[in-house]
């Protein structure tokens, strides 16, 4: 583990982590010391930053979780957002593991360098990974192309996410949804209540004073947990920036093959993409904001290759991140339907 | 100030970055709340604030635009409450239900607000978002003036530790900008503050509609010199108490991945620990020193308020979650009775002598309220009698717990001071709590140690000790039942007693009528006496209606493991309504019997008695055969 020795307030060093894609996966046993690490160890004691009291928080939930449920388990989708939660369970119960497994939900049409991604973290950090696949929706050849992106998250993810967690009997999930994504979410617990069948009441939601949290729940209920409730895009960045925390190497500008269609621009990821006539593959230089399944998720274009660039463009965006979900748009409080019917 | 149409980052903040960074990371964090009364603004005030900070995307308004045409009530204007309203039912309905969490920054501090709802009935929402706030923004229609739910948040923003206060009055165009109305409006309410202890009493006049003195001063207030919102808001020194707090830290999670590493895993709630500190397990009073402090990125030397981390100790001694690792110094209390304020969130009423579960950040003991002592009339404070809270009520009660806990008042410490209180049956959380002070009487009085014990007593007897607990419907049959299993018992050389409803009622319990608080207090009295005798090593037969689950519960919980039996007589109502041996349903059904079990009065059915005695169709008889075989199966008797 890096040490604070020679850290001084001066100290910052947000290297260039990132020169092509394939850097991107840095040695996340060793990580240089960022700002974080960097304490002032004498005088008055300094008051936190910003992202401390955010990352403290996160980690309090994530003890009060492993210390109140019999069966946790954190939902691992791969993203940013994901990225940032496994490494504060990494963080919140050094020197021991994570008390608990990981679960992906694999809808079979994620980016293929989400997957291989996945796997090569689970195998450097020796964390327990579990692949859950909606067997039946594979047999009815459920996919989004012919089905749409309703129907498909609908029984690939909603449905599947709820057959994972009936199987393993998990009575707490860990997600990564935090309040500043969406209408629906900037309403929700982080400690949120789901009943027997997985449905969120939205309108009887259990009141959360201070940093105490009910975590009572009945025979078949759950809980869903949000440790990133209060953070922003731009906290996980910087965060991500800061601790050195291996991502995705979709999340950065490269040329990549892409068809425009219905608006948005669609990486061809495999052979199952099939074209219309009137489309056709340009050698593009895009990146991803946000990730999911490969067909509903729109890249954008730009240069941004390094994390400093990311942010930068980030910050003159004048577009929001879920912009480049499809799901979203389907209707107006669709997020909030869904997650009445159990989605995260 | 920021303007409009200006991005968030210039090209040149663009091209540096890394500077860029540096100075975010050194921003502060200010948490604050808007509240008051239902159509004052609230949503409206963060849109704007959103708006006008530029935290709001091109796609999001566009969405918020064609929201307008549809939800809208600002007529060809953005609605920018439908910014922050993001449930259906809230969109559909124009209100705000539950409470919102929006972040937005300036260059100079970083904000999280929660927009709280108005409505009295949602009040619980509006605690929610305020317990985490530093500040809170009271919005006043500047028509409408000081409101009962104004008073009532600003009360609520007191007791849940909040100093600083913005009083918005807003819509103030509304008014013609007029200066006498918004002086009118700050003197009254600083009147009706004045003894809530706020730090800092703020008011501004307002339009967040049309953005007067939000961001900027306003042209149409000339008259009013103080700091728009914004500025006061980036500038209001909120570090109300800082180092010099004795450490609290309450232990949240044993981390022991092997045999060699044993760590205390927590938030520190106040001060700061240095490794080579000497500290104090609060509730034994056992003193050790910390060796390391363990974090991912490597042992820290120090560590304080707010950090997350773990203690390795010196030596190994019981320290479990719950408990609290102190300054030797500077201890809290550890009690098990203590006085504090109330807000009551629950649809049923707090009542005096139920059960119920209380937790504090890590530790939770069985508790109940010993004594209300007084409501709080939230429109003059007048301390009134009561002898229950209802839903969003707030009070004073003595409470009393199963088992010791480490605390502090809460206007000492916010964290070690706080408390929830859980519904047992529902686990909804039906109340918050903010402690004052312990209450000695615990203190000095101790249990004596008797050296003929409950199990020597039974001993004698040949017989184990029980509580056989038959509720169900008056008419039902429980005291025939009782009364043939008792003779049944009796003959077989066991030592019993039975406590029945009707008999107790004219002893024990005779100040006692048929309202929800004196029937949780029969009950309480009820199974106090029975686990005495249970104590004294006999097979109790306790024959009560009982009908609320959570009376049954606390019963259960007085006595030792497997000692309790729940025997639920089960007859419908139509028949003990038939039967009538009393005649009672006859009269509760004209009405001239009030709050009668089944009538005017609920019966909570057990969930999961352990005998459930279905009487349909079969003989008393027969049904006390059902439990003599039951108890003999299971080595009663």
Redesign the interface.
Known sequence: ????AGCSSET?R?GRLVGGAGVVLSDHAT?K?G???C?K?TG??????????L???S??IM??V??SFSRPVMLYSIGKDSSVLLHLA????????PPFPFLHVDTTWKFREMIAFRDRMAAELGFDLLVHINEEGVRDGINPFDNGSNVHTHIMKTVALRQALDKYGFDAAFGGAR??E??????E?IFSFRNASHAWD??N????????Y?T???EGESIRVFPL??W?E?DIW?YI?QENIPIVPLYFAKKRPVVDRGGMTILVDDERMKLQPDEKVEERTVRFRTLGCYPLTGAIESDAQTL??I??EM??????ER?GRLIDRDE??SM??KKREGYF | MLKLDEPVLSDAEAADIRSYLEAQENKTLLRFLTCGSVDDGKSTLIGRLLYDTKLIFEDQLAALEQDSRKHGTAGDDIDFALLVDGLEAERQQGITIDVAYRFFATPKRKFIVADTPGHEQYTRNMATGASTADLAVVLVDARQGILDQTRRHSVIASLLGIRHIVLAVNKIDLVDFDAEVFEGIAADYKAFVKDLGFASVLPIPMSARHGDNVTRASENTPWYSGPSLIEHLETVDIESQPAAQPFRFPVQYVNRPNLDFRGFAGTIASGEIAAGDEVVVAKSGKKTRVKRIVTYNGDIPRASEGEAVTLVLEDEIEVSRGNMLVAPDARPHVADQFAANVVWFGEHPLMPGRMYLLRTETDQANATVSHLKHRVNITNFAQEAAKSLDLNEVGVCNFSLQAPIAMDPFEDNRTTGSFILIDRVTNATVGAGMILHPLRRAANIHWQALDVTKASRAELKHQKPAVLWFTGLSGSGKSTIANLLEKKLHAAGRHTYILDGDNVRHGLNRDLGFTEEDRVENIRRVAEVARLMADAGLVVLVSFISPFRAERRMARDLMAEGEFVEVFVDTPFEECARRDPKGLYARALKGEIKNFTGVDSPYERPERADIHLATSGREPEDLADEVENWLRERGYC
């Open positions: 583990m890096a040490q604070n910052f947000l990580p010391p700002v974080a690490v304490r160890v008055m004691p300094a008051s936190l930053t910003h992202l401390q009291r990352e403290a928080e980690i309090h003890r009060e492993a210390a990494m963080k919140a119960f050094y020197p021991a593991k309040r500043d969406e209408k629906s979410r900037a309403k617990r939205p309108k939601q259990r009141p959360e004073m201070w940093k105490i009910n009572r729940i009945a409730s209060n922003t731009l910087q920036l400093e660039e942010v930068a910050l003159t965006a004048r577009t929001s912009q107006a409080g909030e339907k």
